[in-house]
């Protein structure tokens, strides 16, 4: 212990000595420090300070998600047989998204519908492909209808056998039954086919 004891002076003594050597300097530094805030202005010494920092940007909440687009689009109210002849009474309404509606070629109004015939079975309930109805055969392969012929105030009427089915517009060919002759003719609305040539 007797020999850390110099040691420890030594240190002790050459501490005092660096304070005493500073410590004017620091006297002097503090008395002009309130002079120098005196005579500077008020705005440069507020502004001297730190500034509070400011908030975090606040991220927004996120957005609720919004239900899709709905689109109303005519449905089978009742089941419908393949073959069967669709009216209005067998149609309903029913909301589906409007993705649906692009996604598959389904009927859109009742009007794409109304007079034609199912193809397939349609469920009730169901929105109805528009590949799933077919124009209703107003001429049937086989069945007897009437073929007429004008011309130039020419009207002549004759009974024909169609040798094909057809719809509303379609081109059919036929057979005369009182001269065996096939003519072709054009589907009319009331189920007669208006023949191109006698």
Partial sequence: MNRLLPGGVRALALSCAVLSATLPALEQALAQAPATARQRPIADTVSGLDAPSAPAPVSPAPAAVAAPEQISLPVAATNIAPGETITAAMLGERAFPVS???????????????????????????????????????????????????????????????????????????????????????????????????
Avoid: C
């Fill in 100 to 198: 649906m509606a692009h996604q598959y070629p389904l009927a859109v109004n009742p009007g794409q519908l109304v007079g034609k015939v199912a193809r397939r079975p349609l469920a009730a309930g169901n929105a109805i492909p528009v590949a799933a109805v077919a124009e209703a055969q107003l001429v049937t392969r086989g069945v007897a209808t009437e073929l007429r012929f004008e011309q130039d105030g020419l009207s002549i009427r004759a009974i024909g056998v169609p040798l094909e089915s057809g719809a509303l517009g379609a081109m059919v060919k036929l057979k005369n039954a009182d001269s065996g002759k096939v003519v072709a003719g054009i589907v009319q609305a009331d189920g007669s086919v208006k023949v191109t040539a006698p």
